[in-house]
């Protein structure tokens, strides 16, 4: 029945893994990774995380379904996290199978009840955006963002780009860190997107995967969304994701919500997101939601978290320095000043495809052909050794 079926080509990011485990030499480092690690290169997990599923555990709970917008507990801490104390009334929130999941809720739901059928995000984006929408029936356009003369944001021609769209439509935006260039909006810049995004009468879908990671305050990362629901002048969704900031990466915890004008219009528009989630699977996981909403409600367990988050976010920006420090260091002509103004988990460093490809083949260091890093692949035993690799790659 399935000899038409052809072979699918592999996942890129997996390529990478895949040969960089195959490489014998000791110095080898893997920056292709999407996860956070410790200086020691290990994965890590949360001292706040493991608390609460000790408490959990202790409390030997049922493994019954939840409801099909999952632990309420969780999912309002959640959408308080994200939103700040206003504007929560008015919140229609489910839990979803981590930022991945809420993506996929949230396109079907654009797909269901949006006229325009198509969403634009920014060029370049997380890799997955665009299969995640096509494959919930939408159209998939770019607007330009990052500038790749700077390394930077190119402010004007995504003001312009989202300007000509038609009136009305569906723009994606990272909320902070932006995956895979680190290039986020200032706040004044975030202010002239808003403002476009307003007068244009667009719909803003924010994807936060990385609260906290940006800055190491939960809150100043969620400013641009916050700013949005403030303003109430653009319709706004959110897909939250707790794999990143809670080290949650396959429990699969996070959230999607779409924000009403009022609680009424929020109770019809939950009364829609359950019929979509019915069908794809019925109701989500517990256990990580248990957990993730242990450590939001339990005040000193929290206060924990707050720490630990501020720990992962200020160890990317000290590796972001020492890198660029090391490179400047050696020499190099030509600029690093990106890699400390980028934020966030990823380094958009501006290397070639035919650099990369030396970097792995010379060097053994192994990153994404776009030349993005993963900075929480960088340690204090490797930083030296990865900008001397890199120096030699881009000298002549
Ligand atoms: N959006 C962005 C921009 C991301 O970088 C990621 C994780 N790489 C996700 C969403 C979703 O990740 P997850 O499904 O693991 O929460």
Same mark, same amino acid.
């Given at each position: ?30 920056? /292709? ?88 995000? &920014? ?33 004007? /021609? ?57 800055? /190491? ?67 989500? &996981? ?66 070639? &495809? ?43």
């Amino acid at each position: 029945a399935w000899a038409q079926v052809e072979m699918g080509p592999p996942d890129a990011i997996l390529g990478i893994t895949e040969a960089y485990k195959r490489d014998g030499d000791a110095r080898k480092i893997n920056l /292709g990774v999407g996860a956070y690690r410790t200086d020691a290169g290990k994965p890590y997990v949360l001292s706040s995380v493991a608390q609460a599923e000790q408490s959990i555990l202790r409390q030997s709970l049922d493994k019954e379904y939840l409801p099909i917008t999952g632990l309420a507990k969780f999912t309002s801490a959640a959408a308080s996290l994200a939103y700040g104390g206003d504007a929560l009334e008015r919140v229609a929130v489910t839990q979803s199978i981590s930022g991945t999941g809420a993506l996929r809720i949230g396109g079907a739901f654009l797909e269901r009840f949006h006229t325009g059928k198509a969403i634009y995000v &920014p060029g370049p984006t997380w890799g997955n955006h665009g299969a995640v929408f096509r494959d919930c029936g939408l159209k998939v356009g770019q607007y330009r963002y990052f500038d790749p003369q700077t390394n930077g944001l190119n402010l004007g /021609g995504m003001l312009e780009d989202i300007r000509a769209l038609p009136k009305g439509s569906l723009v994606l935006l990272h909320a902070c860190a932006h995956n895979p260039t680190g290039v986020d909006p200032s706040a004044a810049q975030w202010a002239e997107i808003q403002r476009v995004v307003e007068e244009c009468e667009h719909v803003a879908f924010f994807d936060m995967a990385y609260q906290g990671f940006a800055s /190491g305050d939960v809150d100043r990362d969620a400013s641009a969304l916050r700013s949005f629901v403030a303003a109430n002048r653009a319709p706004v969704l959110l897909a939250q994701s707790f794999a990143k900031n809670m080290g949650l990466y396959g429990e699969r915890v996070g959230t999607f919500s779409v924000v009403g004008n009022d609680s009424a219009e929020r109770d019809r528009l939950l009364s829609q997101v359950k019929i979509l989630v019915r069908p794809m699977y019925s109701n989500p &996981p517990v256990h990580g939601a248990r957990i993730a909403g242990e450590v939001l409600s339990d005040p000193a367990l929290r206060q924990m978290w707050l720490g630990e988050v501020r720990e992962m976010a200020e160890r990317i920006i000290r590796m972001r320095a020492a890198l660029r420090g090391e490179l400047e260091g050696l020499g190099s002509k030509k600029k690093w000043n990106h890699i400390t103004d980028q934020i966030g988990m990823f380094c958009f460093t501006g290397l070639s &495809p035919a650099q990369v490809d030396r970097l792995a083949s010379e060097f053994h260091v192994y990153l994404t052909r776009d030349g993005r890093v993963s900075i929480a692949g960088i340690t204090t035993g490797n930083v030296k050794y990865l900008a001397e690799s890199i120096h030699n790659v881009t000298k002549d």
